[in-house]
């Protein structure tokens, strides 16, 4: 019986033995996301947006001669799993900065060890206020940047946009109950009243749901004239579609949340007369991306989505950090903590500059669909 | 000292030693001290469906309500860790009551499905209740374990200050292990007292149990009550290890797990219990590692690990190792001899 | 708004009483928990999407396809996973269904990739989403009353095979004394095989209607639907087809009742508040008789 728990226990030590190698001739970045489990898909958009940038960077003759490796690290989207990954990261002195983690739960769970063991990691998609607060060493450097919007500044700007273009009287919401949507909620909802914007009320829903149509029931018995929904694509759609059953004719608006092309293959007809605010708009792209777009579509079959071009966006910033900083964790965080007005990061979503708090500052669009199309709305709001 | 104990020894003194190792680093300890948590959770739960025999499907409501309990007591209230243990413990065992004591005329999965709801409701309590838990934003930033003896430091030599923060992974490692091995020897006591007979007596046969002077609801509401206590434990730990909380740490998907590590080592036994913690962990950390070492994308990690289980349960079912009164239970002959009494219904 | 709440919750009853049915059969005969159940109710969808978009078949076909696809699905996963383990301790084979679920789960991960997808509409026929019934401000599309009366089809034809036929008797006799039945020469495990094919067809026949009705299928859709089916079944008392399809009927308007007018951060929490309730003063279920057993 000992001899087997003894077995065990010399199989676990073996995993230690075997991390740690690296190859001389290559430089290595990891990407920690949900690859499996229900978060899945997200892990998806960010892996296609990092693996496009990596592929153009080794075509290109890798950085300063040497190869760019990424080390995949599946978390689920769990934090203790996140938890695990991070000091394997931390630990493995080859690998110079992060790109992830992908929900903020995760994210807060792994930021620790990215702060003590000193490893600069970059969120495409982590929304949640309280990470700028968690993630400064002793010394008050920043380890983690985003190059993501806050919540705040997206729910704010939708409701401008509700109240001054749309001139919508009364809105419901409908959030997703997570950081993300309950962050998104109440910036849109406390915006909303200070411009005097009427909220017809307030629905949650958890991942996952498939069934609205209860709280749609309610909605339909006021007076309101559009949905803000402050989740993401897969059940927007959902709550669109189901909208429409019930013979709601309404505008649906959202945050970067409903920005995949699947918002429109899932709620087919339904996911008309939708405005978004989103980082990235096609049609005022630069080339770059431009070419990025078509790329993607090459590649993986469908449409680019915030996440992915956020994800090519974070890769790139590592990787001009390697390559201009020096291929050293404390100069790779220097280096992208320099990213201010003064030496903006170019993009293909615009110019990123990130502030003290590692947060950034981008520009915002608004989109809408349009014969089962994302095109830019006609009146833009700056 | 025969060679069972030496053995058992060396062993422990070989765990004591791997953070010394030159290449133990954060993320070895970090799983090992993982491993830890659940051999603590393992041990907890095999309480009720290895030692009483009622399947429990809702233990991580317990480990959840610890881990709040610690993670509210830390940052409103700044209490120290070796305060909040004993209190998170109470709290567990109120909640291991006030779940139990209504369902005792419960049997099998209708017990099952109520422990269920049960860890379900917590969930939602967490993730809804945003004035206190703050909901799906999660708790960051909780406060790392330490120990304060200053004041007896103080009152010796005012020029020593005797304050330790726990950072990094070794302290945790060692607490952990503290902790395994408290709670393993507590409840090996526990099994030899009269409680743990009365509970393999209500595991075997309740009506037996009843009509052999057992007290067959206040021992299963003891069992319970520690049960709970001691999820919360591995909880109040989490919550100062992790520092950070957030409701889906707490889905039922982890209750399976703990469910799985407890029949996979073999239902009852507490060194299974241990073992199969082990197993499960340290598969899915080395899936991790050597499935990319041949090829296979990240994305096939589980269903190795899904498989592996289903092989295990297939060629090991009464799991490693399986507790001698359950294994004699399921011996052919003593089965076909039970059979047949039950058709002729003396049984 | 009370009405529409109440076609809401039926819609969603009558489904997970599909999946429950196929839960409680398996249990009724060999007391096994399935929980990789909810896996093939997604494969369902997932087969039926498929055939139509890579071998162009119609609807219903390709429906009927899938089911048949399942049911065998079904019947690998008793001889690989369950039938080993038939006299092992309880909680082997819900440890061995545990792992099918994840095992499954990831594989349709890897197949059909982890986006949600909709369901291919054009091969649908073209009114089903047309309103079909307009009554006190309540709207029934054509589809909810087709979910209905498929269901009420395949439960009234269920119930029919159980009582009238000879495996029907067959499959009762198991689930009182499976010794016994096998010296009566019924063959147990092409019985159970044979409880395993209805049970993963019914639900393979909800995975698709749900995916047709939302218009959406995703690898991880099985693990909500199969834990609310396992509720609703031991909510209708665990074993029994008609206790089944009443506890998912409960379960399914008590949600859409508790999200209407509680709170939808609850939806759930009500489902298992009644659930609770239920069991706590009716012991085994609504329909289940009082059998005394061993964990």
């Not at chain 2, 070492?293 to 289980?309: C, D, K, N, W």
């Amino acid at each position: 019986m000992s001899k087997r728990l003894l077995t065990t226990l010399v199989a676990v030590l073996a995993i230690a033995l075997f991390a740690g190698s690296a190859f001389a001739d290559s430089v290595k970045i990891a990407v920690a996301a949900p690859f499996t489990g229900a978060a899945a898909p997200y892990g998806d958009n960010v892996k296609a947006g990092v693996q496009i940038k990596v592929d153009e960077i080794n075509a290109a003759g890798g950085l300063g001669g040497k190869t760019l490796e990424v080390v995949w690290m599946d978390e689920q989207c769990d934090p203790k799993e996140a938890a695990t990954v991070a000091p394997k990261i931390a630990q493995d002195k080859s690998i110079l900065a992060v790109v992830g983690h992908v929900c903020s739960s995760a994210h807060l769970a792994a930021l620790p060890f990215y702060v003590r063991e000193g490893v600069a990691a970059i969120s495409a998609t982590a929304t949640n206020p309280s990470i700028s607060e968690k993630n400064k060493d002793r010394a008050g450097k920043v380890w983690s940047f985003r190059n993501v919007y806050r919540d705040d500044f997206q729910g704010i700007f939708m409701a401008r946009y509700a109240k001054n273009v749309l001139n919508l009287p009364s809105v419901a919401v409908f959030y997703e109950n997570n950081d993300y949507g309950i962050g998104l909620k109440d910036s849109f909802v406390g915006e909303a009243k200070k411009l005097g914007l009427k909220i017809a009320g307030e629905e949650a829903y958890i991942k996952g749901a498939q069934d609205f149509t209860p709280q749609l029931t309610k909605f339909k018995a006021t007076d309101a004239k559009g949905i803000f929904l402050a989740g993401y694509y897969g059940e927007g759609a959902l709550i669109a579609a189901q909208a429409k059953k019930l013979g709601m004719d309404v505008v649906k608006m959202g945050g970067d949340g409903l920005d995949n092309v699947d918002y429109i293959k899932l709620g087919a007809t339904s996911a008309e007369n939708t405005f978004l605010a989103v980082p990235f708009l096609e049609d005022v792209a630069s080339p770059e991306a431009k070419a990025f777009v078509a790329k993607f579509k090459d590649t993986y079959k469908r449409d680019a989505d915030y996440m992915s071009v956020n994800a090519y966006d974070a890769a790139g910033m590592v990787a001009e950090a390697i390559l201009k900083g020096g291929a050293d964790r404390a100069k790779v965080r220097d280096y992208l903590a320099g990213f201010t007005a003064a030496r903006p990061y170019m993009g293909i979503g615009g110019k990123t500059v990130f502030d003290a708090k590692g947060d950034c500052e981008k520009p915002a669009f608004v989109k809408t669909v349009k014969d089962g199309k994302f095109v830019a709305a006609p009146k833009q709001m700056n | 000292m025969n060679t069972k104990t030496l053995l058992r020894n060396a062993l422990l003194l070989a765990v004591l030693a791997i953070p010394l190792l030159p290449f133990a680093g954060d993320y070895l300890l970090h799983v090992l001290t993982l491993i830890m948590v659940y051999m603590v959770l393992a041990m907890g739960l095999n309480v009720v469906p290895g030692l009483c025999g009622m399947l429990d499907l809702g233990f991580v409501g317990f480990y959840g309500v610890g881990a709040y309990t610690c993670g509210l007591l830390t940052m409103n209230y700044e209490l120290s860790l070796w305060l909040i243990l004993p209190i998170a413990a109470l709290n567990g065992a109120v909640w291991g009551i006030l779940r139990g004591a209504p369902t005792l005329r419960l049997t099998g999965d209708y017990f099952a499905i109520v422990t269920f709801g049960f860890s379900e409701l917590v969930v939602l309590f967490l993730t809804n209740e945003i004035w206190l838990t703050r909901g799906p934003l999660g708790l960051p930033g909780i406060a790392p374990a330490s120990i304060d003896l200053s004041w007896l430091s103080k009152a010796i030599n005012p020029e020593w200050d005797w304050y330790w923060e726990f950072i990094g992974e070794k302290p945790y490692f060692y607490m952990a292990f503290v902790m395994v091995v408290g709670v393993f020897f507590m409840m090996r006591r526990i099994e030899d007292s009269r409680i743990g007979r009365a509970w393999f007596a209500i595991r075997e046969d309740d009506l037996a149990a009843a009509s052999a002077g057992i007290d067959v609801q206040i021992y299963k509401v003891i069992a319970y009550a520690v049960s709970a206590a001691i999820g919360a434990v591995a909880g109040s730990f989490l919550a100062r290890w992790t520092m950070f909380l957030s409701p889906d740490m707490f889905k039922f998907w982890e209750s399976f797990l703990v469910l799985c590590m407890i029949v996979l080592g073999g239902l009852g036994n507490m060194t299974g219990a241990l073992l199969g913690s082990v197993v499960l962990i340290a598969m899915g950390e080395l899936l991790r590692e050597i499935l990319p070492r041949l090829g296979m994308p990240a994305e096939t990690r589980f269903i190795v690990y899904g498989l592996i289980m289903v092989l295990i349960m297939r060629f090991k079912p009464s799991g490693f190792l399986p507790k001698i009164a359950d294994a004699a239970l399921h011996n052919p002959i003593i089965v076909e001899l039970r059979r047949s009494l039950k058709a002729k219904g003396v049984v | 708004m009370l009405e529409q709440q109440l076609i809401n919750g039926l819609t969603l009853g009558v489904i997970y009483a599909l999946i429950a049915v196929g839960y409680s059969m398996v249990y009724g005969v060999i007391e096994l928990i399935n929980f990789a159940h909810g896996e093939i109710y997604m494969f369902g969808a997932f087969f039926c999407a498929t055939f139509i978009t890579a071998f162009g078949l119609p609807f219903f076909p390709a429906m009927a396809l899938a089911m048949i696809c399942c049911a065998c699905l079904g019947v690998l996963l008793d001889i690989f996973a369950y039938r080993p383990l038939r006299r092992a301790p309880r909680l082997a084979p819900l440890i061995t269904a545990i792992g099918m679920s994840i095992f499954l789960q990831n594989l349709a991960m890897i197949v059909w990739g982890s986006r949600p997808k909709p369901f291919p509409q054009e091969a649908l026929p073209a009114f089903f989403h047309e309103t079909a019934l307009t009554f006190s401000g309540v709207q029934l599309s054509w589809l909810q009353l087709f979910i209905f009366s498929l269901t009420i089809v395949l439960m009234i034809g269920l119930n029919l095979v159980i009582t009238r036929t000879k495996t029907g008797t067959a499959m009762r006799a198991l689930a009182q004394n499976q010794r016994a039945a096998a010296l009566m020469g019924i063959n147990v495990n092409r019985i159970i095989s044979f409880t395993f094919m209805i049970g993963s067809s019914l639900g393979a026949v909800a995975g698709i209607l749900v995916s047709v009705f939302y218009n959406t299928m995703y690898p991880t859709m099985g693990y909500n639907a199969g834990v609310k089916a396992f509720a609703a079944a031991v909510l209708g008392g665990i074993g029994s087809v008609p206790g089944a399809m009443l506890g998912g009927i409960v379960l399914g308007v008590a949600e859409a009742l508790g999200a209407g007018y509680v709170s939808s951060l609850y939806r759930d929490g009500v489902a298992y508040a009644v659930l609770i309730a239920v069991i706590l003063f009716r012991p085994t279920g609504l329909f289940g008789k009082a059998v005394r057993q061993k964990a």
